[in-house]
């Protein structure tokens, strides 16, 4: 069973570059999926980004393409989102969520992941 905490969180202006971190532990997988997804006010929750730690493949929404990077830290069981140029619809709670397996068919599903974390507000303004 994984275990994932958001960090990193806050209140940033727009244009700002914050970092949210996900930390993953309990049992896993050499090779698993971990993908970030955001819910604004009164809205669905959406894909951001996912990777597949151990292989390095990312994927983005079209809305942070350029502008977000997911990226890992094997080493620290760790996944990062950078996010640049933030605008006030990146405003939502974030949350990342993991799956023990190959994502890239189904990476913005967020049906497919079995284990999520509680979640980091980003408030732009």
């Known amino acids: 069973h994984v275990q994932l905490v958001e960090s990193g969180g806050g209140s940033v202006q727009a244009g700002g570059s914050p970092i949210l971190s996900c930390a993953a532990s309990g049992y896993i997988a050499s090779r698993y999926c971990i993908g970030w997804f955001r819910q604004a006010p009164g809205k669905e929750r959406e894909p951001v980004a996912s990777i597949f730690v151990g292989e390095g493949n990312t994927w983005y929404a079209d809305s942070v393409k350029g502008r977000f990077t997911i990226s890992q830290d094997n080493a620290k069981n760790m996944v990062y989102l950078q996010m640049n140029s933030l605008k006030s619809e990146d405003t939502a709670m974030y949350y990342c969520?993991?799956?023990?397996?190959?994502?890239?068919?189904?990476?913005?599903?967020?049906?497919?992941?079995?284990?999520w974390g509680q979640g980091t507000q980003v408030t732009v303004s």
């Open positions: 969520a993991a799956r023990s397996s190959w994502c890239g068919g189904w990476w913005a599903n967020q049906w497919r992941y079995n284990a």
